[in-house]
C-alpha cells in the first residue's frame, strides 16, 4: 500500500503527516493570533458611551499600558520561539531537541520562554500592573 505521497518509504509517510499536522497547527495559531488583538482590546478598554467621550483614571490608563507592554514583549520574543520550533523540526533527527542544541541556546530559549511568560502575565493579570504603578 503506497503512502500520502505515493510511496512506500514509511519515513516519507511520516513526514507527510507531520507536514499535514504541523500546517494545521500553523492555521490554528493564525486564527488564534488573527483574533487576538481584538479580544484584547475589548477586554482591556473599558466601555464607553456613544458620546465620543473617553474618561481614563489613572488605574484603567495603566492596565492598558500594562497590556501593550505585554502585546510587546509576546511579539518581540514569540518570533524566537517559533524559530527554535522550526530548525528543531528539521535538525531532530533521532536525538532529543534539547541534546541537538548548543548551551547558548537554551540559555536563549529560556529567556525567551520566561519573556513569554511575564508578557501573558501582563497581559491577562494587568490590573495587578495597574496596582503597582498607580500608587
Not at 500520502?4 to 486564527?31: E, F, I, K, Q, W
Not at 511579539?75 to 531537541?97: C, D, H, L, P, R
Not at 530559549?109 to 494587568?126: E, H, K, N, P, T
Amino acid at each position: 500500500m503506497q503512502g500520502m505521497m505515493g510511496t512506500d518509504d514509511p519515513a516519507s509517510a511520516s513526514l507527510a503527516r507531520g507536514l499535514v499536522v504541523s500546517g494545521v497547527g500553523y492555521l490554528a495559531v493564525a486564527a488564534v493570533v488573527w483574533n487576538m488583538p481584538m479580544w484584547i482590546a475589548h477586554k482591556v478598554v473599558p466601555k464607553t458611551a456613544y458620546d465620543n467621550n473617553l474618561n481614563l483614571s489613572l488605574f484603567e490608563a495603566a492596565r492598558v499600558g500594562g497590556a501593550l507592554i505585554g502585546l510587546w514583549l509576546l511579539a518581540t520574543t514569540v518570533q524566537n520561539i517559533v524559530w527554535f520550533i522550526i530548525t528543531a523540526m528539521v535538525a531532530g533527527g533521532s536525538e532529543s531537541v534539547f541534546a541537538a542544541t548548543s548551551k547558548e541556546n537554551r540559555i536563549a530559549l529560556a529567556l525567551d520562554l520566561f519573556q513569554v511568560v511575564f508578557g501573558l502575565l501582563l497581559i491577562f493579570r494587568s490590573q495587578w500592573f495597574a496596582r503597582l504603578v498607580a500608587k
